[in-house]
Nanobody, 121 residues
Framework: QVQLVESGGGFVQAGGSLRLSCAAS????????MAWFRQAPGKEREFVAV????????YYTDSVKGRFTISRDNAKNTVYLQMNSLKPEDTAVYYC??????????????WGQGTQVTVSS
């Protein structure tokens, strides 16, 4: 089992920054791909970014490229999402997930409880 706990969400004005953290416990953290998804009110949960367990390669959805950066610290069992130049459309609950990579929800076996990010215009 893997337990994931997100933190770092909050309220920010457009153009501001936030850094989300996801602390993992349980099975070997470094073997998992770690991803961030988000879900806005009335919308489906969508992929944001992923970082592989081996090699650390990353991939982002187009809408956040150049603004968000995903990173991981395997020594701390933690994955981060640095979010810059935030826009109101980034408002959502952000979820951390652990699994085997890809952009689809079904590829991830473990999920955190989510952290709210609200961006005002």
């Amino acid at each position: 089992q893997v337990q994931l706990v997100e933190s770092g969400g909050g309220f920010v004005q457009a153009g501001g920054s936030l850094r989300l953290s996801c602390a993992a416990s349980g099975r070997i953290f470094s073997s998992f791909a770690m991803a961030w998804f988000r879900q806005a009110p009335g919308k489906e949960r969508e992929f944001v970014a992923v970082i592989r367990g081996t090699g650390g390669s990353t991939y982002y959805t187009d809408s956040v490229k150049g603004r968000f950066t995903i990173s991981r610290d395997n020594a701390k069992n933690t994955v981060y999402l640095q979010m810059n130049s935030l826009k109101p459309e980034d408002t959502a609950v952000y979820y951390c997930a652990a699994g085997w990579g890809s952009t689809t929800l079904s590829a991830y076996d473990y999920w955190g409880q989510g952290t709210q990010v609200t961006v005002s215009s």
